[in-house]
Every structure is written in structure tokens, then in C-alpha cells.
């Protein structure tokens, strides 16, 4: 190949709408052609106008095509012709089993779901899965797998509408080898919590995802979680995490991920990136320039962010880390202990730098609405309702209504943590992208029947709709380069996120002028609108609005994969 030639190769390789070549576009007809089309190719550059063939999965041409054959053609009528949403941060892993169409996320055009947040899918243990058999028997799913490799062949015998990929918790692997329990790793603990990463590296894992701000991940040191990193970085992986603190010691958690992109040798990804709770809001600057010099200096730290000021989590999550630890029965007798209750009603009231008191954080009880009671009928009175109503009812102090709600078996809440200016000016910058950090749910089905933060159904028609739309933060071209190629040069992940020939087929078709999200805190299970037309892998999911019956998604794995033998 002459330098020439080659110029000219790579050059087309990243020119998203350029006009087909002989050896890109091919004599026969396409399965699918999609015309009229305001193509917006993923990477940041301004629309153009041109038609998109597909043919075998894939991308095969972008550009005039008028007079193609196809088995079927879509009309854009001039609408957003993208790539499919990446979304970074998702709780969905398992949930495909349940309900595969994934609706909330391809209703509003996520086409590749990435798991991720301390807790992983796998690997896991008969003692790890015992704590957690009731979320699984709600839904009558067996879970059947022990390895990553196990639940990808497990997904793929029943294929959902979109994509899977995920990384490897770091709570889930201290948990499988230590416990709960506060204390350091030792030498041969941390060579097991390594084993077992490489293991999930080669099975396909993205890299090692912390949440550092839960138990039993807030037990793994600085230093363990670099060991654990090392890891992934051999195996071309990344390093994301729910950082140490949001909130009070959120300049000292910032040092924390610097330091382990620094002597892991990894890129490092802060996943919902903020500043929670009032006495921090307007923090954001602050932040927002000290990962602008870390760039500089030449550490790859990039970020995500959700565009909701409430953010969700569990009950159990209030209390402090001493008494989160052990089983769900020993919890439980813990929390039955008079002056342990006293204990922690004490420490609620307090704020810390040790740990992350949300509570406190947020105000109180005012703060905080109950949502997902996990099929415990016991509790369902209180879906729905403010914890201080619920303390006012029952002639409680909301604390100990707390540690009831956790010893009746939990449930999950919705706290306002975010000041709007903040996360505005996290949303603008270059390297944060998009992720729900939602949990799949549906307006039917076995997914409908419980109350969900409305990210799962909204986060990116919102981007578009608010954000682009009516407050013109950030345009289209970067809100889409924020959804997609930006995820997936996070991710390793080299063959999506951009509309180029020889892609997969990951596209989505939506009106700039309706896009807008539906669901809110009150009543969640409403779709987005304006989202038209979405394929995962050439095939047609959404159709005109509709979920169709296609279930074409794949498992997408990391760098790392070793196919097993």
C-alpha cells in the first residue's frame, strides 16, 4: 500500500458521512437503508445531510444512495440520524433476564448497557448469592452462573434487545474473599482478589469499578485498590469509580482517583461526577479545574454525569459503615440492640469526613422520599412518601424509622443532592459523558411494579430536550459525541459509537424538535418522546415508537478476552 493509499484508508475510517467507494458499499442491495437523513456521526462534527445502507449487522455505506435496493428502507424525513447511546453506568446486568426488551433504555435510545458500581454480576459464590436469593426469587430467575463467562453464556442463549458489557466490581470481589468486614486485605487475600480480576479480565470484563462510598468497598485501601488496577491496566482495561466522597472530603477523594491513574497506569473514569449536599454546592468549579490540570499533567481522568439533582441508593446506605456490616440477619440483630440504635442516631446527626453521612448531608429526614420497597408488601403503604411524613405518621424519630425500614427488609430512596449550576457546568465540559446510573424498568410488566429513579426512563431525551433544546448548554453534536463516541473510547471499545462504514449497526433516529423525557419522580413509568426509530445490530427494535420482537443484542467484552477452550 502506498502512503497515499493509506492516508486515504485511515482518513475514511473516521469521515462519518462520506460518500460509499466501490470496495465500502458493494453491488448487491442492502437489508436495511435508512434516507433523508440529518446524520450527526458521533464524533462532534456538524450534521450532514446523506443516507446510511446496512447490510449484515454492520454499517456497509454513508452518503448518496439514491436508487439502492433494499429489503427495507426508513424515510428520515430530515430527522437526527446518531449512533446508539452508550450508557456508562448502568444496574442492569441480571434485569435482562427478567424483561429482555430493556424498554425504559431503548425507548429513549441506549443501545449498549454498561454495567458497573462496586457490585458485579459475577464472579460470584452459593454463600455471595444467599444474601441475595430474594431479588432473584421476586423474579424467578435462577442464578445459575458462578463466572463472568458463565452469565454472558447464560444471556446469550436469550438475547434482549440492546447490548451488555461490564466491568468487575472491586466491592464484589473483596466481599467473595473477605467479607464485610472492616479490616485490610492480607498478602494472600490480595493475590486472590487479583486472581480473580485477571479471571474476569480475560472473561471479557471493561476494567475494575469501585463505589467506594458503600460497604464493604469503603474497606479496600488506596493501595489495594491500585494492586486491583494493575491488574485490569495489563489487560488494556480501565479504572471507574463512585468515588470515595461526594461531599465533604470530596478534594481528598479527587487525590484518591489521580493517584491510582497515576501509579496503576490506567485510565481512570468518575462515574456521576458532583458535588452533594448544600453545604458544598458551588464546589463544582473548583473541581472542575483541578481534573482539567491533572490532564494537563497527563493523567487520563474523565468523568460522567446524570442531568437529575436527586440522586438513589438503599436504606441501608444511611447508616454508618460499622453497622453495615455482616449479613443482611446480622445487620438486623444489631439494629435490634437499644443502645446501638442510640449509637447511630448520635453519629447521624454529626457530619464527618470519615465517611459519607447522607443523612446529615441532605438536611434529614425532609430530604429523603421512599421508593423500591422489593416486593415487600409489608412496606408498600410507604412507596411513594417523604421519610418526615412517614416519621410524623407513625410518632417516630425518622432515624429509627430508618433502622425499621432496614430491619423489615430494606428499601430504596431519592435524595436531593445537587445543585443545578453544578452539574450544568459538569455537563459542559469536554471529557464528561453520559450514564444513567438507572436500573432497567418498564410501564408493564414485571419491571412496572416498582417505583424507579426517572433516569432509567429519561437521562438522555432530557440531555437533548432541556439541556440542548431549551437551554442550549451544549449542542447537538457534542451532546451526541457525549453519548456515544466518548463512552466508548472510555470503554476500549473501538467498533461502535460512531457512524462509520464497516460499524456495527448501532443507530438511533429521533426529532430534535420533541425529544424530551416523560418520567419524574412522582409517576417514573413514562417513556421518553420523541425517540422514533432505534437498531442494535441492523436490526429494528424500535419501530416508529414501538418495541418490536427483535432481540438481536450481543455481549460486547473488554480488551482482555480470552475465548475459553
Known amino acids: 500500500m502506498s502512503p497515499t493509499t493509506a492516508l486515504?484508508?485511515?482518513?475514511?475510517?473516521?469521515?462519518?458521512?462520506c460518500a460509499p467507494t466501490p470496495e465500502t458499499s458493494g453491488a448487491g442491495r442492502y437489508d436495511l437503508l435508512i434516507t433523508n437523513a440529518r446524520i450527526v456521526d458521533g464524533s462532534g462534527n456538524p450534521w450532514v445531510r446523506g443516507d446510511l445502507g446496512i447490510r449484515d449487522r454492520h454499517?456497509?455505506?454513508?452518503?448518496?444512495?439514491?436508487?439502492?435496493?433494499?429489503?427495507?428502507?426508513?424515510?428520515?424525513?430530515?430527522?437526527?440520524?446518531?449512533?446508539?447511546?452508550?450508557?456508562m453506568h448502568s444496574h442492569s446486568s441480571w434485569l435482562l433476564l427478567v424483561d429482555g426488551r430493556a424498554a425504559s433504555a431503548i425507548t429513549q435510545g441506549i443501545t449498549l448497557l454498561v454495567e458497573g458500581e462496586g457490585s458485579s454480576v459475577a464472579p460470584t459464590s452459593n454463600a455471595h448469592l444467599a444474601e441475595r436469593m430474594g431479588r432473584f426469587e421476586r423474579?424467578?430467575?435462577d442464578p445459575d452462573w458462578?463466572?463472568?463467562?458463565?452469565?454472558?453464556?447464560?444471556?446469550?442463549?436469550?438475547?434482549?434487545?440492546?447490548?451488555f458489557a461490564t466491568y468487575v466490581g472491586t466491592s464484589t470481589l473483596r466481599e467473595l474473599v473477605i467479607g464485610t468486614a472492616d479490616r485490610p486485605a492480607t498478602a494472600a487475600d490480595l493475590?486472590?482478589?487479583?486472581?480473580?480480576?485477571?479471571?474476569?479480565?480475560?472473561?471479557?470484563?471493561?476494567?475494575?469499578?469501585?463505589?467506594?462510598?458503600?460497604?464493604?468497598?469503603?474497606?479496600?485501601?488506596?493501595?489495594?485498590?491500585?494492586?486491583?488496577?494493575?491488574?485490569?491496566?495489563?489487560?488494556?482495561?480501565?479504572?471507574?469509580?463512585?468515588q470515595r466522597s461526594e461531599g465533604d472530603a470530596l478534594f481528598a477523594s479527587l487525590e484518591e482517583v489521580f493517584r491510582i491513574a497515576r501509579e496503576a497506569d490506567i485510565r481512570a473514569h468518575i462515574t456521576h461526577l458532583k458535588a452533594a449536599y448544600v453545604q458544598n454546592w458551588g464546589e463544582i468549579p473548583a473541581v472542575v479545574e483541578r481534573i482539567a490540570a491533572a490532564r494537563q499533567q497527563g493523567l487520563d481522568v474523565t468523568a460522567d454525569v446524570y442531568p437529575y439533582l436527586w440522586g438513589a441508593a438503599g436504606l441501608r446506605a444511611l447508616l454508618p459503615p460499622w453497622a453495615r456490616q455482616g449479613s443482611t440477619e446480622e445487620i438486623s440483630r444489631r439494629l435490634a440492640d437499644p443502645s446501638t440504635r442510640e449509637r447511630i442516631k448520635r453519629e447521624l446527626e454529626v457530619l464527618s469526613t470519615e465517611w459519607e453521612n447522607?443523612?446529615?448531608?441532605?438536611?434529614?429526614?425532609?430530604?429523603?422520599?421512599?421508593?423500591?420497597?422489593?416486593?415487600?408488601?409489608?412496606?408498600?403503604?410507604?412507596?411513594?412518601?417523604?421519610?418526615?411524613?412517614?416519621?410524623?405518621?407513625q410518632g417516630k424519630d425518622a432515624r429509627d424509622v430508618i433502622m425499621d425500614i432496614v430491619q423489615a427488609g430494606g428499601a430504596g430512596f431519592?435524595?436531593?443532592?445537587?445543585?443545578?449550576?453544578?452539574?450544568?457546568?459538569?455537563?459542559?465540559?469536554?471529557?464528561?459523558?453520559?450514564?444513567?446510573d438507572g436500573g432497567l424498568a418498564a410501564v408493564d410488566g414485571p419491571l412496572s411494579d416498582r417505583l424507579v429513579h426517572p433516569r432509567s426512563y429519561g437521562t438522555y431525551a432530557k440531555i437533548l430536550g432541556r439541556y440542548v433544546r431549551e437551554l442550549g448548554d451544549i449542542s447537538l453534536e457534542e451532546a451526541v459525541r457525549k453519548a456515544t463516541s466518548l463512552p466508548a473510547q472510555r470503554l476500549g471499545i473501538r467498533d461502535r459509537g460512531t457512524l462509520r462504514e464497516g460499524a456495527w449497526a448501532d443507530i438511533v433516529i429521533f426529532d430534535p424538535e420533541t425529544i424530551i423525557d416523560r418520567s419524574?419522580?412522582?409517576?417514573?413509568?413514562?417513556?421518553?418522546?420523541?425517540m422514533e426509530y432505534v437498531l442494535v445490530n441492523g436490526q429494528v427494535v424500535l419501530d416508529q415508537g414501538r418495541i418490536t420482537d427483535a432481540r438481536p443484542g450481543m455481549v460486547v467484552r473488554g480488551p482482555g478476552y480470552r475465548r475459553r477452550q
Not at 486515504?8 to 458521512?17: E, H, I, P
Not at 454499517?59 to 452508550?86: E, Q
Request: proline share 3%; aromatic share 8%; with cysteine.
Open 8 to 17: 486515504l484508508t485511515a482518513a475514511a475510517l473516521f469521515c462519518g458521512a
Open 59 to 87: 454499517i456497509a455505506a454513508i452518503g448518496n444512495l439514491a436508487g439502492a435496493a433494499a429489503a427495507r428502507s426508513i424515510d428520515a424525513d430530515n430527522k437526527i440520524v446518531a449512533p446508539g447511546f452508550i450508557d
Open 139 to 141: 423474579f424467578g430467575i
Open 146 to 163: 458462578r463466572t463472568l463467562d458463565d452469565f454472558f453464556a447464560r444471556l446469550e442463549t436469550t438475547p434482549p434487545t440492546l447490548n
Open 191 to 242: 493475590a486472590e482478589m487479583e486472581r480473580l480480576t485477571a479471571e474476569a479480565m480475560e472473561d471479557g470484563a471493561l476494567g475494575v469499578y469501585s463505589a467506594l462510598m458503600y460497604v464493604p468497598d469503603q474497606f479496600n485501601s488506596t493501595e489495594e485498590l491500585i494492586a486491583l488496577a494493575r491488574v485490569a491496566s495489563r489487560y488494556g482495561g480501565a479504572y471507574q469509580t463512585h
Open 358 to 393: 447522607e443523612y446529615f448531608g441532605v438536611g434529614g429526614a425532609a430530604g429523603f422520599v421512599i421508593t423500591d420497597i422489593g416486593g415487600n408488601t409489608d412496606l408498600a403503604d410507604l412507596a411513594g412518601q417523604n421519610l418526615a411524613d412517614i416519621a410524623a405518621e
Open 414 to 436: 431519592v435524595s436531593h443532592l445537587t445543585d443545578e449550576d453544578d452539574m450544568r457546568l459538569v455537563l459542559r465540559q469536554p471529557w464528561v459523558a453520559i450514564g444513567t
Open 520 to 530: 419524574t419522580y412522582a409517576q417514573p413509568h413514562q417513556y421518553s418522546a420523541g
